[in-house]
Nanobody, 123 residues
């Protein structure tokens, strides 16, 4: 069992940066691929970024590539999402997710989800 708690969201102006954190409970954190998804009002949840279990291979949605960076610290059971050059269209609730199989996580079919943290970018 893995429990995920996100933090770091907030209200910022366009061009600013935020770093989201996702703290995971349980001893099996390092056995899970981790990812970030987001859902804007009236839209479907979409993939943002993911990181593999051990090697730390990273994957990004085209819309955030070059601006967002996902990383993980297995010693702290934490995954991060550094978001730079934020745009109003990045406004959404951001969810942390975990799954044992990276390919499954990339499809949005995750075993574990956090409660979400709101990110609002004003123009």
């Amino acid at each position: 069992q893995v429990q995920l708690v996100e933090s770091g969201g907030g209200l910022v102006q366009a061009g600013a940066s935020l770093r989201l954190s996702c703290a995971a409970s349980g001893r099996t954190f390092s056995n899970h691929a981790m990812g970030w998804f987001r859902q804007a009002p009236g839209k479907k949840r979409e993939f943002v970024a993911a990181i593999s279990r051990n090697i730390g291979n990273t994957y990004y949605a085209d819309s955030v590539k070059g601006r967002f960076t996902i990383s993980r610290d297995n010693a702290k059971n934490t995954v991060y999402l550094q978001m730079n050059s934020l745009k109003p269209e990045d406004t959404a609730v951001y969810y942390c997710a975990a799954h044992g199989v990276l390919q499954t996580l990339l499809q949005g079919e995750c075993d574990y989800w956090g409660q979400g943290t709101q990110v609002t970018v004003s123009s």
